[in-house]
């Protein structure tokens, strides 16, 4: 793709062939530059599209951090009532030993039992909790993986998009560079050559 260039010049131009070459050359070079801005569109809808690409990403990774959020935060409420369990099973631990533990019956009666299913119970309620709360966790933890996953895609898109835009500058600055060389030589054009009939002449006045 012809930029810039020397249009056939001398003496000759005034003939109708040199003309002729003279239009096919700025002819050629007309279309040098629409085929340029051509290029330079195509990577600009590219870089857009990179863009597009990006946003919706960029839209996904801070739901999935949201969501981490959240999840992390129902981990911590499901550990908050942990140590009043913990202290309730030791309270009832403790005033239920004395009797469970007591050599004057041979079987503990139908309250320290009771108690003891009681105490049994909370420390079910205990381990399930710290299950849910891990549970949680492991959630939080592979949305927020998926997120820095997704971050790492989007800054590929950006670096592709940047590309693209420099790809789309300097094929603009070449069709700039290649018109204004263009519309020079034809302003600089001899009327003859330019196809401009020569002005004519003004009769005499008597």
Known sequence: MAEGGTAPSGAA???PAAAARRSRFLGQQY???TKLREIAARHERTAARFHQRISRL???IEKLRHQATVLRE????????VPSLEAEVA???ASVAPAAGSPATDRPGSDVTAEQLRIRKIQQRIVDLHQRSKHLELRAAQKTQKSAELKVKADQLLEAARLAEQ???QHRQRADRLQLLTEQETNALPPAASGEAPPAASPPSS
């Open 31 to 33: 279309a040098d530059v």
């Open 91 to 93: 309270r009832r631990a």
């Open 74 to 81: 129902r981990a911590d409420k499901s550990l908050a009532s």
């Open 167 to 169: 790809e789309a500058a």
């Open 13 to 15: 131009n005034a003939s």
């Open 58 to 60: 960029n839209t996904r």
